[in-house]
């Protein structure tokens, strides 16, 4: 994995942008972490998550759905509908249970639910779903393909073919 400093110039910025991936050092002054915006990432309410190889993306992107399905307060259906959807497919995803069709079904509902929802908590429900199919799709591939979970978090107990540890 390609680490990358935000603290020095654009051009690294360019870098981060290819790898998607980044190192801030110790040091690194809050408005290097603010240039974030320039790359089209948001901060929320100012929390930032720091994971390494053994944080599962596909599992990140359930627990982050998981939040928003809860937090969906079901005024609209996209939302209220489309994250209970999209929480069951990353769940049997990373359970073992998941095929083809469901890694289609979810881009479709990403789509559906970024373009449809009301308001901000539906239209950015999908985005970890989105960055992790776009950045890391060996890794929903392993466990749809091969039942196996590359960082070794997930049980893939519902296939039977892998119990991660
Ligand atoms: S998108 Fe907004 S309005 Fe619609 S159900 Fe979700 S939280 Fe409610």
């Known amino acids: 994995m390609a680490y990358q ?23 690194t002054h809050l408005s290097a972490v603010l240039r974030l915006a320039q790359i089209g990432s948001i901060m929320g309410s100012g929390g930032l998550i720091v994971m390494d190889e053994t944080s599962c993306m596909v599992d990140v992107a359930r627990f982050f759905m998981e939040f928003c399905m809860d937090e969906s307060c079901g005024k609209c259906i996209p939302c209220r509908a489309g994250t209970v959807q999209m929480h069951d497919i990353l769940r049997r995803i990373t359970t073992g249970e998941a095929n083809e069709d469901d890694l289609e079904m979810l881009k479709t509902l990403s789509d559906l639910l970024r373009e449809t929802s009301l308001c901000g908590l539906g239209q950015t429900a999908p985005n970890p779903v989105i960055s992790t199919l776009k950045y890391f799709p060996q890794e929903y591939e392993a466990h749809i393909h091969e039942k196996r979970c590359p960082a070794g978090h997930c049980h893939m107990t519902a296939a039977g073919q892998e119990v991660a540890s």
């Open 5 to 27: 400093s935000l603290r020095d110039s654009d051009a690294q910025i360019e870098n981060f942008n290819r790898a998607n991936t980044v190192n801030l050092p110790r040091q």
